[in-house]
């Protein structure tokens, strides 16, 4: 059996590498496509000793520059902790576009790596990696000007670097697969993020991220930039 900081620092060195693949892969081909996007949103979470958590979020998203309403939703979860360092959740969202709305179910989780301890305090590392990947199944969700069912896996690998009691910044990026009758099993979003974590107190935080994105499920291919900011609170 691998010895446990050997095993570390070799999931250290792939996480890593994967992260450098992922945001080598966010590229801007044809850079006279692409728009500005704003995505703002409050998620409240309830933590039950004995049952499962439960949080709610909305959020809006603009495109075209910040001048047009492309969505918005609700979107409730249920997680479930099976170690401190693994997290399930399972959830709905319903969106509301301009001509129609979507609905989705996801099954989702989210594996937290200390790489290297000895922050601020005994809870924090200088440096943690976690791991999400989910499945997530939408119904009436537009693809190449249809309306059809689609079936995605997503995976989303941050960094994680705190600075000071407060502030956390961040790097993140991630790769969408999408598939239905429509479109055939392939990438359909990449993205790359850069945010700022900020722990106003233990159970309120201000996230705010620049988003690239690129879109490969439309042609030409669409690229985004996105300013993300999300209130959390619990």
């Known amino acids: 059996m691998m010895p446990r900081s050997i095993g570390k620092r070799v999931g250290l060195v792939l996480s890593l590498a994967l992260l ?31 049952a499962l ?5 909305y959020q809006v998203r603009l495109d075209d520059d910040f001048r047009s309403l492309k969505s918005h939703f609700l979107e409730a979860l249920a997680f479930g902790r099976p170690s401190n360092k693994l997290e399930l959740a399972g959830g709905y969202r319903f969106t509301v576009r301009q001509d129609w709305n979507e609905h989705r179910f996801a099954a989702l989780a989210w594996w937290n ?47 994680h670097v705190p600075v000071s009691r407060k502030l956390e910044p961040f790097v993140r990026a991630g790769v969408l697969v999408t598939w239905n009758e429509e479109y055939s099993f392939d990438i359909d979003r990449l993205r790359f ?41 619990r």
Not at 125 to 140: C, E, I, S, V
Not at 207 to 226: A, D, G, L, T
């Open 193 to 233: 993020i850069v945010g700022l974590n900020i722990l106003r107190a233990p159970n309120d935080h201000l996230i705010v991220q620049y988003m690239f994105e690129e879109n490969r499920s439309v042609e030409p291919e669409k690229h985004s930039h996105v300013i993300w900011i999300r209130y959390l609170a």
């Open 53 to 57: 958590d439960l949080s709610g979020e």
């Open 20 to 50: 450098a693949l992922l945001s080598v892969q966010v590229r801007a081909e044809n850079t006279s496509d692409y728009d500005w996007g704003l995505w703002a949103g409050t998620r409240f979470r309830f933590d039950r000793p004995d």
């Open 113 to 159: 790596m200390t790489v290297l301890k000895g922050c601020f305090d005994s809870d924090r590392p200088k440096l943690a990696l976690t791991h999400h990947a989910g499945y997530q199944r939408d119904f009436n969700v537009s693809f190449n000007d249809k309306l059809i069912q689609s079936n995605s896996l997503r995976y989303l690998l941050t960094a």
